[in-house]
C-alpha cells in the first residue's frame, strides 16, 4: 500500500493550497481516509476524515469551515481543500488510509500513511 501526498507549499496568510493523496495498493473504494498535521515539536494533529463513500465527514475544530476534505474513488484519490490559511496552519500534512469505512479522529484506526507534503502559511 502506498500514499502519496502532494500539493504543499508557501502560501502567504488568507490564501488557499489544495492538498492532493494517490493511494495504490488498497481497495480504496472500502477505506476511510483523513489528514493529520504536525507542526515542529508538537504532537500529530487530526485535521479531517472521510467516510468510504464520501457520505460523512469529520473536521477538527479549528477547520470547520475553512478546510474541506474530499475524495473521488474513480481514481483513488483523496483532497484536502485549505482556505483562509493562517500561520499557525504550518505543518507537514499527511494522509492516512484505514482498512474500516469509518475511521474518524483517531490515528491508531489508520494503518497506512503517506510521506506528508509541507505547509508553510507566511503572515
Known amino acids: 500500500v502506498q500514499l502519496q501526498a502532494f500539493g504543499g507549499g508557501l502560501v502567504q496568510a488568507g490564501g488557499s493550497l489544495r492538498l492532493s493523496c494517490a493511494v495504490s495498493?488498497?481497495?480504496?473504494?472500502?477505506?476511510?481516509i483523513a489528514w493529520f498535521r504536525q507542526a515542529p515539536g508538537t504532537e500529530r494533529e487530526f485535521v479531517a476524515a472521510?467516510?468510504?463513500?464520501?457520505?460523512?465527514?469529520d473536521y477538527a475544530d479549528s477547520m470547520k469551515g475553512r478546510f474541506t476534505i474530499s475524495r473521488d474513488n474513480a481514481r483513488k484519490m483523496g483532497y484536502l481543500q485549505m482556505n483562509s490559511l493562517k500561520p499557525e496552519d504550518t505543518a507537514v500534512y499527511y494522509c492516512?488510509?484505514?482498512?474500516?469505512?469509518?475511521?474518524?479522529?483517531?490515528?491508531?484506526?489508520?494503518?497506512?500513511w503517506g510521506q506528508g507534503t509541507r505547509v508553510t502559511v507566511s503572515s
Open positions: 495498493g488498497l481497495t480504496f473504494g472500502n477505506s476511510a
Open positions: 492516512a488510509a484505514s482498512p474500516y469505512y469509518r475511521a474518524g479522529a483517531d490515528y491508531t484506526t489508520y494503518f497506512y
Open positions: 472521510i467516510t468510504w463513500n464520501g457520505e460523512d465527514t
